[in-house]
């Protein structure tokens, strides 16, 4: 059973402080969170940035007869200054038109294709959800450049990479929280319920950006596996040594030296997780994925699930065992899902991701 299992495993503590004593209010809580988050800046994902310090943004083309007259389609430039440098992406966003102030999902995509075969967007929007999504490789690209590109080329630090230099995941999902900043200034979409998004690499960067953005209400990580939800502990398929060896910048240098040693590091990836609490997050993996480790990633929902428990939440709502294929577990703040086939984003991954936002929708506080 999956609590044998956990335990087995002898992960680092959640809610306890490094010298031992244990977390015993929401106020510590908050404090053990932030401890949590700066110690995977300096070990796995480098520092975070700070907010861009101009932001403007031009709508460069719009139609308001999109998807069949039903959605009003926006490209838009966004402009920034980082570190008093310009830099500038080019997002695009998607409104329906039937419904006023719509949930939202912000959608880190491969491609700028939209739709694209990991987005069926008419299929979105006619759920009632309006998308905005955004290339990762117009932030920083995604192969071995020597960060001499994007957003990269900006933080590019001289005589090379320190040990806790910030990596391209953290890229990537900082510009996740600047298209938020962007949201920030719309009228016609419901900020209290906008969640993040993405696949594999990206889910990786969806779970980033929650966990260091609270304003993200939602988080949806699809196959994120390895250095996302996935425990690396005990884990099969991909491990530490494999993506380092190939994926070196996603990461800071510091992240390396646990490659082959993972029970001596003083984090797992349900660190990650928990520092979304209390707010939702909801994953999605495939019974073939077993380079991501679908048994792996099930039990860091379960090992995050005490700090929602903690905090007063539902937490993980599941059976007192392993998944199995067509699982769907929804009930709680956390949920998951394991579906048949491979490694991919698919419209059955999408239904279960946006039937669980409808389910938790964040009401308004009335007076």
């Not at 932001?55 to 009003?72: F, H, I, N, R, T």
């Not at 996935?230 to 390396?256: L, M, V």
């Not at 905090?311 to 949920?335: C, N, S, W, Y």
Request: glycine fraction near 8%; proline fraction near 6%; charge should be negative.
């Amino acid at each position: 059973m999956w609590k044998e299992r956990l335990d087995d495993l002898h992960l680092p503590k959640l809610l306890e402080f490094p010298n031992g004593t244990p977390v015993q209010s929401a106020g510590d809580w908050e404090k053990r969170r932030k401890e949590i988050l700066d110690l995977l800046c300096r070990e796995e994902y480098g520092q975070c940035l700070d907010p861009p310090e101009r932001m403007s943004a031009v709508v460069k083309k719009e139609d308001d007869q999109a998807c069949a007259g039903k959605v009003l389609q926006q490209s838009i430039l966004l402009s920034m200054e980082i570190q008093g440098k310009p830099f500038s992406f080019p997002l695009q966003v998607f409104v329906p038109k039937k419904v006023a102030n719509p949930m939202t999902i912000v959608y880190l995509a491969f491609r700028p294709d939209a739709p694209d075969r990991y987005l069926p967007l008419e299929e979105i929007t006619d759920e009632g959800f309006a998308v905005v999504t955004f290339c990762y490789q117009d932030i920083a690209a995604d192969r071995d450049d020597d960060f001499t590109g994007g957003l990269a080329g900006i933080l590019k630090k001289e005589g090379g990479r320190p040990a806790e230099d910030t990596g391209k995941l953290m890229m990537w999902a900082f510009a996740a929280s600047c298209v938020l900043d962007y949201l920030e200034t719309r009228a016609d979409i419901d900020l209290r319920n906008v969640g993040v998004m993405g696949h594999s690499r990206l889910g990786k960067t969806a779970l980033v950006a929650a966990a260091y953005d609270q304003r993200f209400a939602f988080c949806f990580p699809n196959d994120s596996g390895c250095s996302g939800d996935a425990i690396t502990r005990g884990k099969e398929g991909e491990r530490i040594k494999q993506i380092t060896d190939h994926f070196p910048y996603w990461f800071c240098p510091n992240y390396s030296q646990y490659a082959g040693r993972e029970g001596q590091m003083p984090f797992d990836q349900h660190f990650l997780v928990a520092a979304i609490a209390p707010r939702y997050v909801c994953a999605g993996t495939a019974v073939d994925d077993t380079w991501s480790d679908p048994m792996s990633q099930y039990l860091s929902y379960t090992a995050a699930d005490e700090v929602y428990r903690f905090l007063g939440k539902e937490g993980f709502v599941h059976p007192d065992r392993m998944p199995k294929a067509g699982d769907t577990f929804q009930e709680g703040t956390i949920g998951f899902h394991l579906r048949s086939g491979t490694h991919f984003h698919s419209r059955y991954d999408w239904q279960q991701y946006m039937e669980f936002m409808k389910k938790h929708r964040i009401k308004r506080q009335e007076n």
